[in-house]
């Protein structure tokens, strides 16, 4: 049991640290523009804000969403006292929660890879740039999909589908609304409190990823909380003290967005009943990440010899 909760806390964390990259490079830019008190009321605050209320409160809304007969005081009475009727309950709408999720990852996946701009570590990458008519057909034809296995296997999935679908779109809105928005806080007339105000926005657009993710690792509420409050709290360090470190490693955002695409895979297959060993998820987490890890070494190490 403690060697469970141990491997799934630490792929959660690194998930978490891992796709929270971008994130932490914006974070680093804005709050260089601040002095070093605000600075230091964003690490302290902004992680409490960041682990407590964003990461410890966002899982018990997804799982309210996914069965939203139950009152919050009955989900949280199944996440940490253990009630049998109400677990019972949240165990048939697990199908709902992991197809909502599956659907938002894959479609966080594919948006990256073939709309953003991106550092290419393989040339079908580079192919796919922008093929924006390519992304809507491979949309259109993995929701047909869904839709016609859904209709057959639990109709309430089809909805679920849609949901993620929703969410990914809402999202991916706010997301782009606050990085343009970051721009201009870069300049140092914007008053600090508008930059700590903004930073927290973003890092609660950032954190969805993250605690949809976390549902591929375990439906544990309790790890989590704990697994993703651990990644939050990394990430805030190393925004402060080793962000320039970091931004050496070209290719870890391509590690997260394959972690989120697999992810995304194993949530919507388990939702039509496929089993994997609790220990699948994180090491594919690990695994991708020591993949581009050494890539992002390679190409430093080829840059510093020329």
């Known amino acids: 049991m403690f060697l469970h909760a141990l491997?799934?806390?630490i792929?959660?964390?690194?998930?978490?640290?891992?796709?929270?990259?971008?994130?932490?490079?914006?974070?680093?830019?804005?709050?260089?523009?601040?002095?070093?008190?605000?600075?230091?009321?964003?690490?302290v605050w902004g992680i409490l804000f960041a682990v407590f209320v964003v990461r410890g409160l966002l899982p018990f809304a997804i799982i309210w969403l996914a069965a939203p007969s139950l009152s919050l005081g009955e989900v949280f009475q199944a996440?940490?006292?253990?009630?049998?009727?109400?677990?019972?309950?949240?165990?048939t709408s697990k199908p709902l929660l992991l197809m909502g999720g599956g659907t938002y990852l894959?479609?966080?996946?594919?948006?990256?890879?073939?709309?953003e701009n991106n550092n290419f570590a393989f040339k079908v990458e580079k192919f796919l740039k922008n093929k924006v008519k390519?992304?809507?057909?491979?949309?259109?034809?993995?929701?047909?999909?869904?839709a016609t296995l859904s209709w057959?296997?639990?109709?309430?999935?089809?909805?679920?589908?849609v949901i993620?679908?929703?969410?990914?779109?809402?999202?991916?809105?706010?997301k782009k609304n606050t990085e343009k928005t970051g721009k201009k806080l870069l300049n140092p007339a914007v008053s600090?409190?508008?930059?700590?105000?903004?930073?927290?926005?973003?890092?609660?657009?950032?954190?969805?990823?993250?605690?949809?993710?976390?549902?591929?690792?375990?439906?544990?509420?309790?790890?989590?909380?704990?697994g993703n409050g651990l990644g939050a709290i990394v990430v805030r360090q190393l925004t402060m003290r080793g962000i320039n470190i970091i931004t050496k490693f070209v290719y870890l955002k391509n590690g997260a967005m394959y972690s989120i695409g697999i992810l995304g895979l194993i949530m919507t297959s388990e939702s039509f009943g496929a089993e994997y060993p609790f220990w699948i998820t994180p090491l594919a987490t690990v695994i991708l990440l020591m993949i581009f890890f050494w890539r992002s070494l390679h190409v430093s190490a080829k840059i510093k010899n020329n």
Do not use: Q
């Open 192 to 226: 600090a409190w508008s930059k700590i105000i903004y930073l927290e926005i973003l890092d609660a657009s950032f954190s969805v990823d993250g605690v949809i993710g976390a549902f591929a690792f375990t439906m544990s509420v309790p790890f989590i909380i704990i």
């Open 134 to 146: 390519s992304f809507y057909v491979i949309v259109v034809l993995s929701i047909s999909l869904v």
């Open 79 to 91: 996440a940490f006292a253990g009630n049998g009727e109400v677990a019972s309950y949240l165990s």
């Open 152 to 161: 057959y296997h639990n109709r309430y999935m089809l909805l679920a589908a």
């Open 11 to 43: 792929g959660l964390c690194l998930f978490e640290i891992i796709t929270s990259v971008d994130n932490a490079i914006i974070n680093a830019n804005i709050l260089k523009t601040l002095e070093i008190k605000y600075r230091r009321f964003f690490l």
């Open 106 to 115: 894959f479609l966080v996946f594919l948006s990256w890879l073939f709309l």
């Open 164 to 174: 993620g679908l929703t969410v990914f779109t809402g999202v991916s809105a706010i």
């Open 7 to 9: 491997i799934v806390i």
